[in-house]
């Protein structure tokens, strides 16, 4: 028998570091260091989860056959980063003095990091960024030919490209270059609306749906749309070529208003504001979407980078039939560039096989029913263990009305959505459950909705929606009639983020769904991550415990056992300041 090809991806030292494992082209493993390092958006080298990844396979870094990096670094660095920093000198001083003390040490040596941190001698290779983001959505889709849009802050050069993927051949057509891009004009707004950049662009998201598009024409001064799919800023507008910040005072001219401070109390204007970015946002993405069908031809899409992970603006393109049918990568952000740089190599050097397409997210590690029920005897919780036939029925039953549950089972999600093996779930028939989970438990703005998990089979009953959305990507209205019937999870436009589920992505959360159906005769519930705001998705049965006993969640299923918060001794009740305090609210 020939000796398997393993090769690792890895992306890291911007944000979300991550790594993933593929042997023979299937991934073994995928998951972001900020999992098992506890800190939010963590950039480091992903030590932590290489460590885990080879574990998984039972194997060391001499067993690699590859390692690929997401990016060029030397290209990024010495090209894009110091030329543009000179471009705008002396003002690009700032820029300048930073990649210099921070990023030269750590981009430049990454050849000499890899090898140093994985005692590692074979082949490295360096697709583009760009590249990484393509690969990892359409090597992952299943179609043998798709047009391929992928669309961030920057890579390299590239801020948007547009490419065409054939059987194992991947090619971009269309580039642009920074410092036009749509994810850094998105960015620009999160960081003028008094959000954190790189963390909180999809609460801009959120908040859309409660403004009107006002503001539109004002905002097309800031960027010159063309109906070919191509646009470009206008710098004067943008701080972010030399500055600390991504907008200055021209920004604020042109609304009439100063930018937000964190914190402070959200008004109809900043609403407005995220309304009309969310419109512009539609148009440039749906003008991409036309521009890759005439240049490629093909019948099928491919979504991937930063920008993709706007599910409003995926559900317009889905709509538009400009494509027959369309594919996101659910780890469409920098953590995805890990799993398309390991593609690219399997394809390209290899000339490996395809894989077929990726079903689910569930690659990170998980933690048997013994380590659970060692970890409660250790620190003494009590718990009921439940016969695992039961355990759907039992926790469907206990979810009905005002209970909210930490659900914990089998391995973590890859990319930045909990899709049911990490996830707080509760009844989402229960107005006072969106109230309950945004306030008490994840210590958010309440203006945020809920999304739902609905039975793959009873999605477009409940939703407009003719298909699966197994990776919550996608946006698509509630039917009128069952407005009333989720209010949980019905935005105030009548929209949801979707996330259908089938036997075959997650046989046990497809139970628990199904036997709530059965016991209620609503497939659909509430689920969102299992954190508390600025915490990383927890990874461990302690991280759950911990984000557990520090909340007002009335229940907690590890694996089989059920932690009843009413029946904890009171010494267990925990103060949420003293365990918020620990992570950087964004
Ligand atoms: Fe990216």
Known sequence: MNK??????????????????????????????ERFSRKKHDESFPKLAIEEA?????????????????EKPILKFFDRILQTTMKVWPRGFVQYHMAMQEWMPKKLWIPHIIRRELSYKGPIYYPSHHESHAASAFFCSGFPDAAVVTADGVGEWATTTIGH????????????????????????ITYYLGFKVNSAEYKVMGLAPYGEPKYLEQMRK??????DGSFALDMKYFTYEYGLRMTGRSIEKLFGQPTRTPESPLEQ????????????????MLNLARAAKELTGSRYLCLAGGVALNCVSNGKILRSGIFEDIFIQPASGDAGGALGAALMAWHGMMQGERLPRMEHVFFGKSYNQTEIEDFLTKNRIPSEKIPAVDLPKHVA????????????????EYGPRSLGNRSIIADARNPNN???????????????????????????????????SPFMLLVADTREKYRAEIPAVTHVDGSARIQTINRNQNALYYDLLKAFDEQTGCPVIINTSFNVRGEPIVESPQDAWNC??????????????????KKLPPEWKRSSEEYLKKFLLD
């Open 54 to 70: 080879l574990k998984h396979a039972g194997i060391t870094a001499q067993d690699l056959d590859a390692v690929a990096f997401y």
């Open 4 to 33: 398997p090809v393993y090769i690792l991806g890895i992306s890291c030292f911007y944000h979300d570091s991550a790594t993933v494992l593929l042997k023979d082209g299937q991934i073994v493993f995928a998951s972001q260091e």
């Open 434 to 468: 969106w109230k309950k989970v945004n306030l008490k438990i994840k210590f958010r703005e309440s203006f945020r909705p809920f999304a739902p998990t609905v039975l793959e089979e009873k999605a477009s009953e409940y939703f407009e929606l003719d298909r699966e």
């Open 222 to 227: 800031l960027i010159d749309v063309k109906p």
């Open 165 to 188: 993927g054939k059987g194992k051949e991947l090619k971009l057509l269309r580039e642009i270059h920074y410092p036009h891009s749509l994810g850094l004009l998105y960015s620009a």
């Open 548 to 565: 557990f006993v520090h909340t007002h969640m009335d229940y907690l299923v590890l694996g089989q056992c059920i932690v009843d918060k």
């Open 397 to 412: 039953t206990l979810l009905q009305g005002e209970n909210v549950i930490g659900w914990f089972q089998g391995r973590t």
């Open 269 to 284: 204007f900043h609403k407005d504001i995220a309304r009309s970015l969310q419109e512009l946002t539609d148009e440039v």
